[in-house]
């Protein structure tokens, strides 16, 4: 049974920092395309960046150079690294797999978690 489980998100200033979690578990994440994905309030789930079976990461503009998402294969356990927070990146946070694109950044996943709370204020 494919269980994937969030942690790591909070409120945090403009500038922030904080680190996702995401345990997996009844398959291997080493064997999968995993995402990052995320919905903030009244909007679409939306892409944020994807780590391949070769490592490759891709992430939505948005976000380049401030996330990076990476995996522990021996902890079975994706991680995602947010530097410099904005406003704009509150949202609800979700591990994935098996997602398609819908309309870019709009995506669909067969699979996520319940996800983590990331809340930017001042």
């Known amino acids: 049974q494919v269980q994937l489980v969030e942690s790591g998100g909070g409120l945090v200033q403009p500038g922030g920092s904080l680190r996702l979690s995401c345990a997996a578990s009844g398959f291997a994440l080493s064997s999968k395309w995993m995402y990052w994905v995320r919905q903030a309030p009244n909007k679409e789930l939306e892409f944020v960046s994807i780590i391949k079976l070769d490592g490759t990461t891709t992430y939505v503009d948005s976000v380049k150079g401030r996330f990076s998402i990476s995996r522990d294969n021996a902890k079975n356990t994706l991680f995602l690294q947010m530097n410099s927070l904005k406003l704009e990146d509150t949202a609800l946070y979700y591990c994935?797999?098996?997602?398609?694109?819908?309309?870019?950044?709009?995506?669909?996943?067969?699979?996520r978690g319940q996800g983590t709370q990331v809340t930017v204020s001042s």
């Open positions: 994935a797999r098996d997602c398609s694109i819908v309309t870019w950044p709009a995506i669909q996943c067969a699979y």
